[in-house]
């Protein structure tokens, strides 16, 4: 592993990718704003903006720096360069969970200081709003997976579309849940035992599908 | 290094460690091609020609020796390391121009300069700059707004730029124009003077490849089908006409093949030719007409033919 052929690589593509990822940085961190602002249509149209603009960022970013490379013949290019396949896989599938995680921890770090800043604010929101973010990342990293291992764009987007109707249902089924929908109404910022579970669970679950795709992407045989 | 129509031959003689790269019976499978048992030597400080037509397994041979693509089966070394497990170390001593290569359309040709110099620690500067005026670049172009034969030249300068031991060039001259094309093979021709640089050339051009290579190969349908000194082929082949009544039988001259047939004229074509060729057929009661060499192209052609037909055997 040649950690200078990895960090020249990951300021290559945080480069190539900024204009996007500070885009969606903007667009990320305005949504969470309307969702602050006063009345319940505000607060859903910033709710419907942050998950756009999340599900957006994944799917152009993945675009921009993956899916794009094979199609444009740039990878080959790249891997004529003196970098290993594994050099090239752990600066890839880095810059491309960083690029996402910049707007996506803006929002998150934002809405959490606008809960505890704002006075009518619960801050009991953050739990349901934090496992809402979580399942985002965790569609993401599955979006990053099948992008890795099919190479096409058409797959892509139906795990995009499988991930949005995952995430309605998630929604829904948190809204409905009697001790999170309770939290959330409550000033108190406390988690029960099903939020912490549900936590885990998908902490684990991005842990596994990244390495699975560094796994996929370092024992690819051929790349061009 | 004498001529013959079985690779194996020609190429077993160089061994392994005077070699800038080798590939021994190298398969890779495909759903609709297959590269088959190739065998390819390149000694050091010489300019190797790679000729064959298109889907041949010109671009598959370059990419399993770039560690692009892995082979199947066989064993691959460049500058003597195993290419699949020190790919990144052999390739700081490879320059590889493909033509399905792309530089990042957004980006400046500088951008890519310090981009690819950032890799390089030998990266030249100045040879860098002289190549930027020589091929009429301009460092603060955007890649998007090059042509064809400026993107070429770019690639060839972010190559050449590193000084590198190895050159594998996939078809670097396919699409230029005769002004472009004849500027980078000037380039070419400049390195080839230095003897420290192996360049394994490929193309479908068999001009070019005569211009400047010193040992050639031909491969077809994923088959080395010759492999030889480019002066032992032109020296080698020949056409020979002759005369000959209808009953004549041609003598036992191996690599005698008969082409066509005019009435009483008769076209041979041999790969191995020696001076007493003429007599043999003399003597065997035919008047011979003429024996000419043949163009690289002519012996290309040739040799494919010759070997699709053998493979159909």
Not at chain 2, 29 to 39: A, D, E, G, R
Not at chain 2, 199 to 221: A, E, G, K, P
Request: charge should be neutral; charged fraction near 15%; aromatic fraction near 8%.
């Amino acid at each position: 592993m040649n950690l200078q052929a990895i960090q020249t690589l990951f300021l290559k593509d945080l480069f190539l990718s900024r204009w996007p990822m500070f885009g969606y940085l903007l667009g990320g961190l305005l949504s969470v704003a309307i969702l602050c602002l006063p009345g319940p249509t505000m607060g859903f149209i910033g709710f419907v903006l942050i998950v756009t603009v999340t599900i957006a960022a994944g799917i152009h970013l993945i675009g921009v720096l993956m899916l794009s490379e094979p199609i444009d013949m740039t990878r080959t290019f790249i891997l004529s360069l003196p970098v290993s396949l594994l050099d090239y896989s752990i600066a890839k599938i880095s810059v491309v969970l960083v690029t996402f995680l910049i707007p996506w921890f803006g929002m998150l770090a934002l809405l959490t200081i606008l809960t505890f800043v704002v006075p009518e604010a619960n801050v009991g929101v953050l739990v349901p709003l934090v496992l809402m973010f979580l399942f985002l990342l965790v569609g993401f990293c599955f979006q990053l997976v099948v992008a890795v291992v099919t190479e096409s764009v058409g797959w892509t987007i139906v795990t995009v579309v499988l991930g949005n109707i995952s995430f309605t249902l998630f929604s829904k089924s948190m809204g409905e849940h009697p001790v999170i929908s309770e939290i959330a109404k409550g000033d108190v910022l406390t988690w029960p035992p099903i939020a912490l579970q549900a936590l885990v669970i998908m902490a684990a679950v991005i842990v596994v599908t990244i390495s699975f795709a560094f796994f996929w992407q370092s024992r690819s045989r051929d790349l061009v | 290094m004498s001529h013959t129509l079985d690779p194996s031959l020609s190429q077993a003689s160089t061994s392994v460690s005077m070699s800038a790269a080798s590939l021994r019976g190298v398969s890779k499978s495909y759903k609709h091609f297959q590269l088959n048992n190739i065998n390819l030597e390149l000694v050091p400080g010489t300019v190797n020609g790679l000729i064959g037509p298109n889907g041949a397994g010109k671009s598959t041979t370059m990419r399993i020796m770039m560690g692009l693509v892995k082979p199947d089966s066989g064993t691959v070394s460049v500058i003597g390391q195993p290419s699949s497990s020190r790919q990144a170390r052999v390739k700081q001593h490879i320059g590889f121009f493909s033509d399905d290569m792309r530089m990042y359309k957004s980006e400046t040709i500088a951008w890519h300069l310090q981009l690819v110099r950032s890799f390089f620690p030998g990266w030249d500067d100045e040879y860098a700059n002289l190549l930027l005026k020589r091929f009429g670049l301009i460092a603060n172009q955007k890649v998007k707004g090059l042509s064809h034969g400026q993107r070429v030249k770019t690639m060839l300068l972010l190559i050449l730029a590193r000084h590198p031991q190895l050159l594998i060039l996939d078809e670097p001259t396919d699409g230029l124009d005769p002004v472009a094309k004849q500027e980078v093979l000037a380039e070419l021709m400049q390195i080839v003077n230095d003897d420290s640089r192996t360049i394994l050339y490929s193309s479908h051009n068999t001009q070019d490849v005569q211009q400047i290579c010193d040992t050639i190969t031909f491969i077809d349908r994923g088959r080395v089908i010759g492999a030889s000194d480019r002066d032992d082929f032109l020296d080698q082949w020949r056409r020979i006409k002759i005369h000959a009544p209808a009953q004549w039988q041609p003598p036992a001259i191996e690599g005698l093949k008969l082409e066509s047939t005019f009435g009483q004229l008769r076209v041979f074509t041999l790969d191995r030719y020696a001076a007493d060729v003429e007599a043999q057929l003399q003597s065997s009661g035919a008047t011979v007409e003429s024996s000419e060499g043949l163009t690289l192209e002519e012996i290309f052609i040739a040799a494919v033919a010759r070997g699709r037909e053998e493979s159909q055997q």
